[in-house]
């Protein structure tokens, strides 16, 4: 979904903006994969020692 607005919006060639349509996709999800993982390690219960 991203590629066909760089390509149109940018004029950049279609290679060029698939990869670089990955590499935005690939940053959004890993903050968005920490971002998850720190909310659920936050909620866990932690063990009485």
Same mark, same amino acid.
């Given at each position: 979904?991203?590629?066909?607005?760089?390509?149109?919006?940018?004029?950049? !060639?279609? =290679? +060029?903006a698939?990869?670089l349509?990955?590499?935005?996709? @690939?940053?959004?999800?890993?903050?968005? !994969?920490? =971002? +998850?993982?720190?909310?659920?390690?936050?909620?866990?219960? @932690?063990?009485?020692?």
């Open positions: 979904m991203l590629a066909p607005v760089l390509v149109s919006g940018l004029a950049l !060639a279609p =290679a +060029i698939t990869l349509a990955t590499l935005i996709i @690939k940053k959004i999800a890993n903050t968005g !994969a920490k =971002a +998850i993982c720190e909310t659920w390690e936050k909620s866990l219960v @932690k063990p009485a020692i």
